[in-house]
């Protein structure tokens, strides 16, 4: 039996139980007391699991494993406040583990409820632990948001203005974390939370000046942040810190948040107002102290008895006079990595123009240049090139530090292996030769145009692409860009292609398209054989590599050669298919297609029905007719190759004499032929000839003969006749069987492009009476006359033989056996006929006449004329358009949009 326990009270009721006492070794046991109704079990249950999770991270585990999380969540909102207490301790133990931590991140009432608590509770124990769970959870992004979305900011902005540190360190840590996402930072302006965080900085815990350093440094990155932070006197905060000796170890964090206020001008010039500018510029100046030597002359100092007081206050009043002038303390040591942070800073600052005038000011780039002296680390010298690279923009200051020798000083590095240093340098380099040609020739003749080739090789993005920079920025010099060109650049440019960096192809073509420009560069550029590889540029899905792909195809087309040869390998294709699509079309694509169409008109006026009165109709254009934007313009021996079909015929320019080209057979085969076309025709006139001969003959002999005798000569005769006639018909029918056999074994040779004698005609004529007429007015008018005489003359409005005419053209491709006719066959065209043939014999004789193409079969001419022209014939800069009428009134001038022009235009009705 059980030992009896002592009633000291008296009498236990009966409705009670007797008070029990338990003791478990089992954490399960324990996690299951926490559903208890007894505050007491659960506060007991609570601290014992307390001390189980914070002795290490496998029991932070196990009760993550047995559900302890939604218990313990659920006991965060109970009314008894011992009970709040140990949950957010043990959640906050627990939260410093990872997989407690992305349990808890699942829950969504976990963050507004851990907010509602630091609003409501006013139990430090509570806090500390709330705030540390927080801290815990913003390490990870998501939770950084949602921390941000429920209003974490503002309660947290309350707790680092009470008085526990631990409270202070966890809210500050959870306010740095959350900084990293950006709409935290405007939470954090809209709390109030810059002047508390200042606050911070005088906290006597290095920890929390940590996070509160960071805190500013995040949060100075928006410029609105800023503004406020100018309002607090940030510059003179920032200036405490730097001129106190004591404060030397926060040297580092201070000038961290310099580069980022150095990007507003306010803070720069209230920075140099209070002199923090020249106390910042002396950190990089002043000499470097080993900490051994400073510790080893502090030993040898051995001050005297006699004398020795007045010497150190001495010193101490020379001390604060130095101090005072804003004179570095002999006793601080500046270390490389405050050095560091100063060029940053520097750096950061001379992107804006107005601030590179007060580091100028300062001469700023000296001492900067005095930091690539010696061997100084390769970190300090890489932050000092950038800030010099970056002031470089400035162009007084580029040429101080060329006038000081800082050519030379960047020289040194040619042969590192340092990437970082490396990087810097193409950067300095990138903007050194900007607009500069004499710096250019100065790195010509230093050898460094021998480093930037080898820096395009580089693995690093920001190198390569500095360093193409630099030389499309030499390239800009013809005689620089001529030595570049000889050392063969353009292949190297033409294997950068090959990147998988958009950026570094995009500044590789524009630098592609600096070089172009002369003519080497495009021998060479056409040897290397990259128009393919140029052509799928336009396959990437980098706006910015489209535009420049299109640059460079505009710069190449120049030549007549290479656009030819773009052409072959699909450019134009590849254009039209960017210029269809709305979101990769762009201005260098048209400029680019424009371009090309200028190269091959045949494709422009199919395509975009009009030929500008600057482009001239040469040999072997020919007109299709409208395509579809989707669609393909083939090759005018492809079309001539083609069956007959029942569509318009394609119209050939090519005013050279007619070669007759017929179908060849082999010369057994044309042998065979022959002799039975020889055969039958000898054949068919022996029988013609001896029938003639008889009646001739029966005639003259039997014309006393009885009518009886006759009448048996006129039977024989016939059945001559019914005799030759099928021998002839037979005859014929073996000589169709032969010739079908022989054409059934024709091979038809390639289809050669036919002449045009009698355009060739036209265009002598019109050079030698109409070229010679006086001004241009009597020019238009005479030739529209003789290509209205050459195309049937004039036809009335609404005239119904128009259609008609189309069966011309139907008979001249079965003639002709092709598609293709030569548009001086045409005896009877109308509109788009004559105003082709009107555009071929204007640009013939140097008249400017463009041509348009209209629905249903419609084009016409449109010149450019000024009513002088018009009444004097004189000339004007004022011009008019007008249409140029072929078809009614040969040479009358219809105004463009005229009612009179738009009949025109139109099909009339």
């Known amino acids: ?36 109704p007894e505050d007491d079990v659960v506060i007991r249950a609570g601290c014992a699991l307390f001390q189980f999770s914070e002795k290490c991270d496998e029991n932070k585990v196990t009760l993550l494993e047995l559900n302890a999380i939604d218990k313990l969540v659920r006991l965060l909102q109970n009314d008894e406040r011992k009970i709040r207490r140990f949950a957010a301790m043990i959640i906050g133990s627990m939260s410093q583990h990872a997989d407690v931590r992305k349990a808890l991140r699942k829950r969504e009432e976990t963050i507004p409820l851990l907010i509602r608590l630091l609003f409501w509770e006013d ?29 974490a900011m503002e309660p947290l902005i309350q707790c680092i203005q009470l008085t526990d540190p631990d409270i202070q360190k966890n809210s500050i840590q959870t306010i740095a974390l959350m900084l990293q996402d950006y709409p935290s930072r405007k939470c954090l302006r809209e709390a109030n939370g810059f002047e508390p965080i200042l606050n911070l900085l005088k906290s006597e815990y290095p920890v929390i000046q940590y996070y509160a350093w960071i805190s500013l440094q995040l949060a100075a990155e928006d410029g609105e942040n800023r503004c406020i932070l100018r309002d607090l006197k940030i510059a003179r905060i920032l ?13 580092v964090f201070a000038i961290m948040v310099l580069v980022n206020c150095f990007e507003s001008q306010g803070i720069m010039k209230d920075f140099r107002d209070y002199g923090g500018l020249q106390r910042l510029l002396q950190f990089i100046t002043e000499v470097q102290i080993n900490p051994e030597e400073e510790k080893k002359g502090k030993r040898e100092k051995s001050p005297s008895k006699t004398g020795a007081g007045k010497k150190s206050r001495a010193a101490a009043d020379e001390g604060e006079r130095q101090k005072s002038k804003g004179a570095v303390d002999p006793g601080i040591t500046v270390m490389p990595d405050i050095k560091e942070q100063v060029a940053k800073a520097i750096m950061l600052a001379a992107r804006n123009p107005d601030n590179l005038k007060m580091l100028h000011e300062q001469d700023t780039e000296s001492k900067l240049m005095h930091l690539l002296v010696g061997d100084r680390g390769p970190a300090l010298q890489a932050a000092a090139i950038l800030a010099l690279g970056t002031m470089s923009d400035y162009s007084v200051i580029r040429e101080n530090i060329v006038k000081h020798d800082g050519l030379d ?65 030499i390239a800009n010099d013809e005689s620089s860009r001529s030595e570049l060109i000889g050392r063969g650049i353009i292949s190297n440019l033409v294997e950068l292609l090959h990147s998988k960096s958009c950026l570094v192809q995009t500044k590789t073509l524009m630098s592609l398209a600096s070089f172009l420009v002369d003519s080497e560069a495009e021998k060479q550029m056409m040897e290397s054989g990259c128009i393919e590889l140029l052509l799928s540029m336009f396959d990437s899905g980098d706006e910015s590599v489209i535009e420049a792909a299109s640059w460079v195809v505009f710069v190449m087309a120049a030549n007549e050669t290479i656009a030819a040869d773009i052409c072959s390998k699909g450019g134009l294709a590849v254009l039209r298919r960017i210029q269809c699509s709305t979101s990769r079309r762009n201005p260098f694509s048209e400029l680019a297609l424009r371009k090309l169409f200028d190269f091959q008109l045949s494709a422009k006026y199919a395509f975009t029905g009009i030929i500008d009165s600057d482009n001239l109709i040469v040999d072997l254009f020919y007109d299709t007719g409208r395509l579809k934007e989707d669609g393909q313009l083939k090759t005018v021996e492809e079309y001539g190759s083609e069956p007959i079909n029942d569509k318009r015929p394609i119209l050939l320019v090519n005013p050279r004499p007619q070669i007759v080209v017929v179908e060849t057979h082999s010369v057994h085969e044309v042998s065979v032929v022959h002799e039975v076309v020889e055969k039958v025709s000898k054949t068919a006139l022996g029988v013609g000839s001896v029938s003639k001969l008889r009646k001739k003959s029966q005639k003259d002999k039997d014309k006393d003969k009885d009518e009886r005798e006759k009448e048996k000569e006129k039977q024989k005769e016939g059945e001559m006749q019914i005799q030759q006639q099928q021998k002839q018909q037979q005859q014929q029918q073996q000589l169709q069987m032969s010739k079908s056999d022989a054409k059934a074994n024709v091979v038809k040779e390639p289809y050669v492009v036919p002449g045009d004698n009698r355009l060739l005609q036209y265009i002598t004529e019109v050079q030698e009476h109409i070229a010679v007429l ?40 079965t003639e002709l056996d092709s598609n293709v006719i030569p548009i001086g066959m045409i005896k009877t065209g109308v509109y788009y006929h004559r105003a082709l043939l009107f555009k071929i014999l204007s640009d013939r004789i140097g008249l400017p006449c463009s041509l348009v193409r209209g629905d249903y079969n419609r084009a016409w001419n449109i010149v450019m004329l000024s009513e002088e022209t018009l009444q004097l014939g004189l000339l004007s800069e004022q011009l008019q358009p007008y249409i140029v009428d072929l078809m009614h009134q040969p040479g009358n001038l219809l105004p463009l949009g005229s009612c009179e022009a738009v009949s025109y235009q139109r099909l009339i009705t």
């Not at 139990?123 to 913003?138: F, G, I, K, N, R």
């Not at 490396?422 to 903007?431: D, G, M, R, T, V």
């Not at 820096?455 to 390569?464: A, K, L, Q, S």
């Open 409 to 473: 000083l960047l020289a040194k590095f040619v042969k590192t292996d340092n990437a970082e240093l490396i990087e810097a340098l193409s950067l300095a380099y990138a903007n050194f030769t900007k607009d500069n040609h004499t710096i250019c020739g100065e790195m010509l003749n230093r050898g460094i145009v021998d480093q930037l080739l080898s820096m395009i090789t580089n693995p690093r993005e920001t190198t390569v692409v500095c360093s193409v920079m630099a030389l499309n920025n």
């Open 239 to 251: 200036m405490d810190y730097l001129i106190r000796p004591e404060t030397s170890d926060l040297h």
């Open 774 to 813: 006086p001004n241009s007015m009597e020019q238009i008018c005479a030739l529209a006359r003789f290509v209205s005489d050459k195309m049937g003359g004039v036809f009335d409005y609404g005239c119904p033989t128009i259609c008609d005419l189309y069966d011309a053209e139907n008979c001249l491709k």
């Open 123 to 151: 139990d430090s124990v509570v806090q500390e632990y709330v705030t540390l769970c927080m801290s815990s959870l913003a390490v990870d992004y998501s939770c950084k948001h949602h921390l941000c979305y429920y209003g």
């Open 1 to 36: 039996m059980g030992r009896k326990l002592k009633n000291l009270d008296g009498v236990i009721p009966c409705d009670l139980f007797e008070k029990l006492l338990l003791e478990s070794h089992q954490v399960a046991t324990v996690v299951l007391m926490l559903d208890s």
